[in-house]
């Protein structure tokens, strides 16, 4: 049974910082991908970033350049600083296993059924 467990998030101030963790268990970590999803009141939810088992990152068009993903792999963790941000990644945001694409990662390709147990990002003044 795949677990995944978030930590961090909280309240920021737009153009602040935030960091999130997705700790993973039942599963080698290594041998997949994860990414982070966000939805937000009255949204669908939305592919944020993800990175492969090869540490090659992807981020959406809308976090690029702000968010910065990584993962360590002897702690089953992946990381994702959250900077620069705005009010619109408000959203509560939740990790899972992702399909990898030719050595990157996929976040239209769901690996597993188990998700985090979503952590809530707040921006505001």
């Known amino acids: 049974q795949w677990e995944f467990v978030q930590s961090g998030g909280g309240l920021a101030q737009p153009g602040g910082s935030l960091r999130l963790s997705c700790t993973a268990s039942?599963?080698?970590?290594?041998?997949?991908?994860i990414g982070w999803f966000r939805q937000a009141p009255g949204k669908l939810r939305e592919g944020v970033a993800c990175?492969?088992?090869?540490?090659?990152?992807y981020y959406a068009d809308s976090v690029k350049g702000r968010f910065t993903m990584s993962r360590d792999n002897a702690k089953s963790t992946v990381y994702l600083p959250l900077d620069s941000l705005k009010p619109e990644d408000a959203a509560v945001y939740f990790c899972?296993?992702?399909?990898?694409?030719?050595?990157?990662?996929?976040?239209?390709?769901?690996?597993?059924?188990?998700w985090g147990q979503g952590t809530q990002i707040t921006v505001s003044t």
């Open positions: 039942g599963i080698s970590l290594d041998s997949y991908s």
């Open positions: 990175i492969s088992n090869m540490h090659n990152p």
């Open positions: 899972t296993a992702v399909g990898p694409l030719d050595g990157l990662c996929d976040l239209r390709e769901l690996r597993s059924d188990s």
